[in-house]
Structures are given as C-alpha cells and as structure tokens.
C-alpha cells in the first residue's frame, strides 16, 4: 500500500526565512506532485517532478525530487507572507489515482 | 478554456437524506476522479471514472456511487447520509494513459457538504 508522510505537519515561519518541507513515500512510484490549498479554497497544481533528480521552481518555492530515497523537498525561499497555506505532497502509479499526505499548514508571520 | 467546474458549492442535508454531487471536467479531459477531504485532511481517494465505466475504487462504502456521461462529465451520489459524510468533496480532471508524463490532475473548487 502506498502511503505518504509530510513533516513537519504544522509550520510558523518569520518572513524573510527559508525552510524546507519534507514528502516520504512507502513505494516506487512514477510522478510526485506538490498542490497548494488555501482556506475554503481547492488545490491548486505547484509542480510535477518525474525523474529523479527532477527540480523545479517557480517563485519563491522549489521542488526536488530522489527517487531512490524515495524523498521530496519543497523548499521555501524568503517567505513572504502571501506564501501562507497548506501544502500537500502526492504520489501516484501509472493511472492509479494520487495519494495525498496529510498537508503541512505553513503560516509566515511577520 | 474553462477549467473544472463543480456544483453546488455548498449544501447542507440531514442524516438519512441523498445527495448528488456534479463535476464537468477540463476541456480535452476524459478521465474524473472524486475525492473526499474531511477538514484538516488531504483529500482521500473515492472512484475514479473514465469511459463511462468505474475504473477504480477507494474504500469508500456502497453507499457511495457514480456515474460518467458521454461528454465526460460525472456526478457523485451518497445515500443514507451519515454525520461523517461531511466533508470537502473535490472532483479533479485528468487525461487517461498519461502515466510517466507531466500531466497534472486538475481540481475543481469543490461541493462543502454538511450533515447535520
């Protein structure tokens, strides 16, 4: 069975920081991805990571991706504090349908 | 090119009652799949439709049930509400046989369900 972890689960940050997020997962699987969701509000697609090795970035967040340690990071530059949101990791196989950590609630605080 | 859409977004129904859930999914999607979020959960995986047929199932009871239609649109049916039913209920979008690329799956707003 499949299964996902997310740490830290809860997570204050000052602006101006930087910090990491962590996403474990059980099995080999073939796309990690990493969702934002705002209060009340759907998930919204950050990044697709494939290969290992894969990085992305878009903004103030980065994902990396090692697919042996069967580990990914999101990695958060400088927080600001419109950053503040709960951050889901998720890992599918082939067409099977995605498994979801539990989120990490960032909140940036001035 | 409108994204996923969902309907209602809210609705509150009583224990026992029957609720029926709609989602069109992107344009150029044909797969949909539904999920449920409870508050303060990542969302847990319900069924997924693709060809009018259910291809896959969560563990969800029978109570749960679905239904694709040509134009690839879908609807959720829950019976026999329970208290625990409430819950985010997120329908997302996706391409079928697009395993090993960077297709994402892509999440409508969601129907807020409450049973009181």
């Known amino acids: 069975e499949l299964k996902v972890e997310q740490n830290p689960l809860f997570l204050s940050m000052q602006e101006g920081k930087n910090y990491t997020i962590y996403c474990n997962y059980s099995t080999t699987s073939d796309r990690l991805y990493w969702y934002r969701q705002d209060p009340g509000k759907s998930l919204e697609s950050l990044f697709v990571l494939l290969s290992n090795g894969a990085v992305k970035q878009e903004g103030r967040l980065m994902a990396s991706l090692d697919t042996k340690a069967r580990l990914s990071t999101l990695h958060i530059t400088a927080a600001v504090h419109d950053l503040s949101a709960t951050y889901f990791c998720a890992v599918d196989i082939g067409n099977t349908p995605l498994v979801f950590g539990k989120g990490t609630r960032l909140s940036v605080i001035a | 090119d409108a994204g996923v859409t969902q309907s209602p977004t809210h609705l509150i129904k009583t224990r026992g009652q029957q609720v029926t859930l709609r989602c069109s999914p992107k344009s150029g999607h044909d797969t949909v799949s539904w999920y449920q979020q409870a508050l303060g959960q990542g969302p847990q995986f319900i069924f997924q439709?693709?060809?009018?047929?259910?291809?896959q199932r969560g563990n969800f009871p029978d109570r749960f049930s679905g239904h694709q239609f040509p134009n690839y649109s879908s609807e959720l049916n829950v019976n026999a509400l329970l208290l625990g039913d409430s819950a985010l209920y997120l329908c997302?979008?996706?391409?079928?046989?697009?395993?090993?690329?960077?297709?994402?799956?892509?999440f409508g707003p969601g129907t807020r369900l409450l049973v009181l």
């Open positions: 439709y693709y060809e009018e047929e259910e291809r």
């Open positions: 997302a979008s996706s391409l079928w046989g697009t395993a090993n690329t960077e297709e994402t799956q892509y």
